[in-house]
């Protein structure tokens, strides 16, 4: 793992493939941003499958690995270029079915949602009761804004309330925001970020947790020797997750930082500028690309 800055500027994953075995791709702001595929993903994707590497897909979707994989191919993403597609709501899925963790084991059957109508996948064949009011209910799944371009303000008085209770609240996906198609919106992560701040009891899913590529990498086992590759744009998530799990980690500096880096995807930004983030945020990373491109 490249400590610090110390890391390696590139213009494609193919000028340093050989050295790995298999790749983990994040998919929003890496693949495509929520809407689109960007224009280099779907080639890079079709040239790793020619190189003979296998690929991983692990996102922070708070929804069903198989609603992910569907979305996908509905944007025109073949399922024959990747291998597991693993997504964060899965994971908090299989907890919530089997209920043997001791903080899944004590959550009720009444839940209240909060989030798109396209998460309501994670009630699949769920033993549980979906409630409109906090009043009624004993958990609380947040899964993202109910509408995309709502605040974090908008929930404020639900999150008093369901503190007033001590309700304990589950968080499928640790992003604070994310670009999707063009415009920035909070994320799952943002309100129950903020219900910590008042208090409340958080159980979290999905990257950076170490649990995230234990579940990812079960799926995707390639042996204790394999050399992995894992290519993401969010230095909170997909960098502090890579950096926990010693893993090398190619920074998409065009995705969700590519603002405050100065440099629009497809382009690399000043090594100064990257450098101050990464200081300032105490990651480390392998490589910088302007975007995810062979």
């Known amino acids: 793992m490249t400590v610090g800055t110390s890391y390696q500027m590139i213009n494609g994953l193919s000028e340093v493939i050989e050295q790995y075995d298999a790749v983990i791709l994040d998919l929003w702001g890496v693949v495509h941003d929520g809407v689109t595929p960007y224009p280099s993903s779907i080639p890079a994707m079709e040239a790793l499958k020619k190189a003979g590497v296998p690929v991983a897909l692990l996102s922070n979707a708070p929804r069903r690995s198989s609603v992910v994989v569907a979305r996908m191919e509905d944007m025109g993403i073949a399922r024959d270029l990747y291998g597991p597609a693993v997504a964060s709501g899965e994971i908090a899925y299989s907890q919530l079915l089997a209920r043997s963790d001791p903080w899944y084991a004590k959550l009720g059957r009444r839940v209240m949602s909060v989030g798109p109508v396209r998460d309501m996948s994670m009630f699949e064949g769920q033993d549980v009761e979906i409630v409109k009011d906090v009043a009624d209910a004993d958990w609380l799944l947040v899964t993202g804004p109910n509408d995309d371009y709502d605040a974090v303000s908008v929930y404020e008085d639900l999150l008093h309330a369901a503190k007033a209770r001590d309700l304990p609240m589950l968080c499928p996906n640790p992003d604070r925001e994310v670009i999707r198609g063009g415009d920035r919106i909070i994320c799952a992560g943002a309100i129950a970020a903020r219900y910590e ?30 050399k992995l590759l894992v290519v993401g744009d969010s230095l909170s998530t997909d960098v502090a997750g890579s950096n926990n799990a010693g893993l090398d980690v190619a920074l998409v500096t065009g995705g969700i930082h590519a603002e405050e880096l100065g440099a629009p995807r497809g382009t690399l930004p000043e090594k100064g500028r990257l450098d101050a983030l990464l200081n300032a945020t105490g990651r480390s990373i392998t490589y910088a690309v302007g975007d995810f491109c062979w």
């Open 197 to 226: 701040v008042l208090g409340g009891n958080v159980r979290w899913e999905g990257k950076p947790l170490a649990s995230a590529y234990d579940f990812c990498l079960q799926l995707f086992d390639k042996g204790p020797d394999a």
